[in-house]
């Protein structure tokens, strides 16, 4: 990556059901994040929000509200980036591009979603929104279903991934427990999570609820500047890879459960940091439903296809492996505001890398990826991020 950019502060709000408005949300996190960074606002030379909207809330013209959080940013330029569930990291993207065009010298980046003052069903359809319309079998599929689908698809050629995905459940509710910004810290067993009962009903046979991600309200921020300017900063963090791969969006152009976006862009990003999964401490990655992160840890060469159980089997994605996994407790359990994940994803890591991340820490961690997919793999974002040592 040339040019090196760096995470030189973060905001981040509550994950949950907020009585909160977007804007509020969006204020909140910009202001924590240019305190912690210890900029001046009129600093920030560029603004971008991550913000997927899809009808969810009526703030239409939401990158704009930014600028309410310091009179000294009127007059910033200010745009909203949108791909799917991975909005946030095209809004980062987009204020690493900015700066590696010499554009800016510090940008401020903003994920936020407002979603519970909407019902399941008006949610659920707004998020089909990001699957392919011109097709009428796509179009019927809710997100729940798209991956109910690949979970059956998983069984038809690999066996059943019930138990894996039962695991991965229980892991990132276990993991939220040491996160105070998690949506949902309660934790389940494993017999809880693999069976169906009342209380874990199939939404999506053969997803459980205890399969899905929870819609959230939330907000985060990260303050991005050059590697040049960043050497005034107290706690940095670098990216050694950020690495953006789209794929065909109708999923019957392509094999969704081979998941070859994420696993060119893992592949990418590894040879653009020169650096192998071994060097790695850490990884946040996109668990919209737990079938999704049983197939990363494939796409990222954890284990071959089909064999993404091991990673659990073995223990190399707890919180004393090899590679733990998800930290903050995921989508999963954590929570999934649409826009905001990705930017949360990248706020996490670099507070784990700066030694921020409270009982969440990993002790020494020095490098961590970020993986946030939007859609049924389709907008695929791979960050490597490092410690930037004095």
Do not use: W
């Not at 210890?38 to 560029?46: E, L, N, S, V």
């Not at 019902?119 to 707004?126: I, K, R, S, Y």
């Not at 996109?286 to 159980?309: K, P, R, S, V």
């Not at 492996?321 to 670099?350: E, F, Q």
């Amino acid at each position: 990556m040339t040019g090196t950019i760096c995470i030189v502060g973060s905001g981040h709000s509550k994950f949950g059901r907020l009585d909160k408005s977007l804007e509020q949300l969006i204020v909140e996190v910009t202001r924590e994040a240019v305190e912690d960074a210890g900029i001046a606002p009129g600093d920030i030379d560029a603004v971008f929000l991550g913000h997927f909207n899809s009808g969810l809330v009526s703030d239409g013209f939401a990158s704009s509200l930014i600028l309410q959080a310091y009179p000294e940013m009127r007059f910033t330029p200010a745009m909203r980036a949108e791909n799917a569930c991975a909005s946030g990291s095209a809004a980062i993207h987009a204020g690493i591009n900015t700066l590696k065009a010499g554009k800016a010298r510090t940008v401020l980046v903003v994920g936020a979603e407002k979603m519970t003052h909407r019902t399941t069903e008006d949610v659920t359809t707004a998020l089909a929104g990001a699957g392919y319309q011109n097709d009428e079998a796509e179009r019927s599929l809710s997100f729940p279903q798209v991956f109910g689908l690949a979970a059956r698809n998983y069984t038809d050629r690999h066996g059943s991934p019930l138990d894996a995905m039962a695991r991965i459940a229980v892991k990132n509710h276990d993991n939220a427990m040491l996160n105070p910004l998690a949506h949902m810290q309660r934790r389940f067993t494993f017999e809880e999570a693999s069976q169906v009962t009342n209380k874990n009903p199939e939404i999506a046979p053969p997803l459980r609820l205890t399969d899905c991600s929870l819609v959230t309200d939330g907000a985060a921020a990260v303050v991005l500047t050059t590697g040049e300017a960043a050497t005034g900063f107290a706690k940095v963090a670098r990216f050694r890879a950020a690495v953006h791969v789209s794929d065909f969006l109708p999923m019957s152009t392509r094999d969704f459960l081979a998941f070859e976006g994420p696993e060119r862009a893992f592949r990418m990003a590894y040879d653009e940091a020169g650096v192998s999964l071994g060097d790695l401490q850490f990884a946040e990655v996109h668990d919209c439903f737990t079938i999704a992160e049983l197939l990363t840890y494939e796409a990222m060469g954890l284990t071959a296809a089909g064999q993404g159980a091991r990673a659990l089997e073995e223990g190399t994605v707890y919180r004393d492996g090899a590679l733990p996994v998800n930290l903050s407790g995921g989508l999963k359990a954590k929570g999934h505001p649409v826009g905001a994940t990705g930017v949360s994803m990248h706020a996490i890591s670099y507070r784990q890398l700066t030694g921020q991340a409270g009982e969440m820490q990993i002790p020494g961690a020095s490098m961590g990826m970020v993986f946030n997919m939007g859609g049924s793999a389709v907008a695929n974002y791979v960050s490597i991020l490092e410690t930037q040592r004095a």
